[in-house]
T-cell receptor
Framework: RKEVEQDPGPFNVPEGATVAFNCTYSNSASQSFFWYRQDCRKEPKLLMSVYSSGNEDGRFTAQLNRASQYISLLIRDSKLSDSATYLCVVTLKYSSASKIIFGSGTRLSIRP | DGGITQSPKYLFRKEGQNVTLSCEQNLNHDAMYWYRQDPGQGLRLIYYSHIVNDFQKGDIAEGYSVSREKKESFPLTVTSAQKNPTAFYLC???????????????FGPGTRLTVL
């Protein structure tokens, strides 16, 4: 089982729609959680951190469910410019090391 | 401006040649990483370093080598032993928390390596 799993998509939704992605992680000791966005042929960029209490940034809402070991990203009123691949990221702390794990990404395509 | 730079943006090499990809950061980050990304695929970790003069193998280190002589620099050498080196190479850096946990990563713009 992968340490971080995402539905690869693609999700193809009309402009203005609301779309949600989930990401599951396997290690209950995971400590920090993030969503990144990667445009085609570009580097990933941090979209938002995910806090236990959930957090919102404009049209984007991220939530963490530690009991079920998943994080989610909700995009409201989607724009054409939201088309990208969204990467779920988890950090772990072992006894003597720390690790950051990227999911394979969910592709989102917004159509006019 | 603070950030991570990678050079060159595009690199072509002949089969059998070693090539070194540059990565520099002025964010004063402790940790640096190299990833490889193939078309339509996720990121795969090649090497990482959490402190100067120390680095660890990632999931696909074979055919690659690194050095970390300075905090700001983490060059990656793609050797002739790497069987399929054509890919998009991304360098990243991050702070470490006081508890030794990796924080969010910041990426450079990447280098596209093509082996002819």
């Amino acid at each position: 089982r992968k340490e971080v799993e995402q539905d690869p998509g693609p999700f193809n939704v009309p402009e203005g729609a609301t779309v949600a992605f989930n990401c599951t992680y396997s290690n209950s000791a995971s400590q920090s959680f993030f969503w990144y966005r990667q445009d085609c042929r570009k580097e990933p960029k941090l979209l938002m951190s995910v806090y236990s209490s959930g957090n919102e940034d404009g049209r984007f809402t991220a939530q963490l469910n530690r009991a079920s070991q998943y994080i989610s990203l909700l995009i409201r009123d989607s724009k054409l410019s939201d088309s990208a691949t969204y990467l779920c990221v988890v950090t772990l702390k072992y006894s003597s090391a720390s690790k950051i794990i990227f999911g394979s990404g969910t592709r989102l395509s917004i159509r006019p | 401006d603070g950030g991570i730079t990678q050079s060159p943006k595009y690199l072509f090499r002949k089969e059998g040649q070693n090539v070194t990809l540059s990565c520099e950061q002025n964010l004063n980050h402790d940790a640096m990483y190299w990833y490889r990304q193939d078309p339509g695929q996720g990121l795969r970790l090649i090497y990482y370093s959490h402190i100067v003069n120390d680095f660890q193998k990632g999931d696909i280190a074979e055919g690659y080598s690194v050095s970390r002589e300075k905090k700001e620099s983490f060059p990656l050498t793609v050797t002739s032993a790497q069987k399929n080196p054509t890919a998009f190479y991304l360098c990243a850096s991050s702070l470490m928390t006081s508890g030794g946990v990796v924080n969010e990563q910041f990426f450079g713009p990447g280098t596209r390596l093509t082996v002819l």
